[in-house]
């Protein structure tokens, strides 16, 4: 059994200001965190003369970061980035800011900090490169100390290259589609990701931390400093602290370790992510000169090769989910409000884990799945020395991967969120043998840097003897994608290992879309197969097709729950995504595979894993019921906590049903007459839910839901409206496809639309949305007005709909 005890989270920002200036102030804390977002020059294209000092940028768009301009083109199948990227636009384009800082930084060590550039990024300050980083997942920053006019004007420029196509196969996004800082410190200081804390003991009587500090001398003098360390609780209060005195010589960076103790922590679990923070003060005599923020969670956890995974001793099922790191409209521009309203729906559904796939994520992401209780596999590569599109990261391998994984284990090993790091997925030197020396060199680096977790790798192949990433006994934990029906062999034929579902059924569905079903089949039967598709590119609801190489929704949860040597699955995916539209070609331009679509609305599987993930009782009944007099309707249902479920229509019972053996859902098949379809389920003969689906007539009017009734004028807070029409008596019309027109005013800004449908060539960024399967929803983004937004929905000869927002 391997016994996981360090408790982890990474270090995050102590302070943010949002600016609306390019000028930015002393402030009162020895560590300045800046909002670099705003006020940047951006054009597409290749701009080399833009580092100079008087370039003009009259003709430049000005926007606020994070900004992915991929997003913002049209869908074309001749474009380069192909079906795998959904067919948007690359390329190449510049970014540039002019910003002042005081002149009374000029003691300070000043930096620029960047979550990600896609792709090939280079950083100039005042005509000076500070550096390339290919890599367009990683974090990275530049010290601007030396360069920087102080009390003067300075010009930032960055270079984006992400012209060489076909890169990925997913879509990526291009720009600086994640957040900038502007950091100034004292010249003692914390380094970059400068913290690692760990607890070697851990349980709910007690707990020992330890904390490694990286201290950064930028001086041209040795110093002696004082090192404070306090643990504060979730309310703030100090519930341990350590101080000692310590020295460092000139220009150098030295660590410094200090141990503590906490009696009776509160536990970090996914049903209750109880979070502490860990204050790192740095006193130069008696001046404190920096204040740096370590968030932490007290949990441990095992993977045993008969048991599963346990959380803090409780036998845990790892019930997950893949997510890329697109959110849909917004491409790949991070905002964490988009991102804590993916979470949202997944932890309402039961998932308590998500595996990064195949990239390092957003901090924002990071720090969403501490505080709200996931469990993170996280992965660095989806490529090594060996290609899989003609210019993904195989061409960076060599001079990159090092500094790559470094970098990303330094910024995530202080999650309690994070539980495994995967090394790789579906690397194709598994199947020759320089796959062996690869992972043991990987396992190394990560084991340099991080002792606390499992190393682990997504594998395809499970048959020993081609599987030479396996044969390398570096992995801690193996991961197999798909190939469900063998897990029943792995105990024998991988005696004594921790095994893990690591990918998992590939099912293709397009929501609200249903088809009679006849029985599974795969679409294709193999790869480059025929299929008998549907013209409109859709993919019936019901859990009937897969991927030839995965499994249906139910086909897989059922294996894996009878596993206990499981520790658990993730399913191929949460969300639809953009790109890899298989089974169809263009215009298909998203994926099929998501128990929730691209517009963040659920398909009905959803309710499959709710009522078999939670405990709170789930009825839920499809599909609509606004069919052909007579036509032939299978009418299933999810359920739980009940012994049966009986079906009425229009009054008249259709007989009482329950699941049998493994069975996941049940279904009656009716012959469809107006009126309402309504299910009950009853346990011990008591009701436990009703449902009710009503035919739906004429349109009435639009309806317009919105997921808050209060944002922030931040310029960043979202809010994500659903639209749809209702007849007269709010019944939904499910076949509605009407063309809805936004109108927004006030304090916001219409972001993004989306419907959900897979071959959807629209623009993301119209002003307009076609309702699909009766559906689409309109995201509006804080304009830093503080005033109520307005937004008005209009179509055809209805009346239009009006939505408030409060703006605080």
Known sequence: MIKHKTILQNTVIALVILLTTTTFAQGKQPRIIEDFNKN????????????????????????????DWSIEGAFNKDNKTKQAQGFLPAGKGWYRKVFTVPANWKNKTVSVEFDGVFKNSEVFINGKSLGIRPNGYISFGYDLSQYLNFGKENVIAVKVDNDAQPNSRWYTGSGIYRNVRLVATEKLHVGKWGTFVTTPEVSAEKSKIQVEVTIDNDNADAKEFKLVTSILNAENKEVANFTSTEKIGAKISEKKIQDLALNQPKLWSTENPYLYKVVTKVYEKSKLVDNYETPLGFRFFSFDAEKGFSLNGKPTKILGVCLHHDNGALGAVENIHAVRRKLTLLKEMGANAIRMSHNPHSLEMMQLCDEMGFI??????????????????????????????????????????????????????????????????????????????????????????????????????????YKHEDY????????????????????????????????????PTKHGAPFDGNADWTVSAYDQVKSYWGAT?????????????????????????IGEPDPYPYPARSSYFGIIDLAGLPKDVYYMYQSEWTTKPVLHIFPHWNWKKDQEVDVWAYYNNADEVELFLNGKSLGKKSKQNDDLHISWRVKFEPGTIKAISRKDGKVVLEKEIHTAGEASKIDLKADKTTIKNDTYDLVYVTVSIVDKDGNLLPNATDLINFEVSGGGKLVGVDNGYQANLDSFKANSCKLFNGKCIAIIQSNGKKEKIQLKALTGSLQSSTIEVKVE
């Open 40 to 67: 940047w020059s951006f054009k597409l294209g290749d701009y080399p003369t833009a580092v100079q000092s008087n370039f003009n940028t009259a003709d430049w768009r000005t926007l606020q970061l994070p900004h």
């Open 376 to 481: 993170v596999q996280d992965e660095a590569f989806d490529v090594w020395k060996k290609k899989k599109v003609t210019n993904d990261y195989h061409k960076d391998w060599d001079a990159w991967h090092k500094q790559d994984l470094e970098d990303f284990i330094k910024r995530d090993r202080n999650h309690p969120s994070v539980m495994m790091w995967s090394i790789g997925n579906e690397i194709r030197e598994q199947f020759d043998s320089t796959g062996i020396a690869i992972t043991r060199e990987l396992a190394k680096i990560v084991k340099s840097l991080d002792t606390t977790r499992p190393v682990t790798s997504a594998l395809t192949e499970n048959i020993i003897e081609k599987n030479f990433i396996y044969q390398s006994g570096a992995l801690d934990l193996l991961g197999f994608n």
């Open 488 to 523: 029943k062999d792995f105990p024998v034929r991988f005696k004594g290992q921790k095994i893990l579902a690591s990918e998992s059924v590939s099912a293709l569905q397009t929501r609200g879309h249903y088809d009679l079903p006849d029985g599974i089949k795969a679409w």
């Open 553 to 577: 929704h139910e086909e897989n949860w059922k294996t894996i729950k009878k596993q206990d040597f499981m520790a658990g699955t993730f399913i191929w995916t949460g969300f639809d995504y």
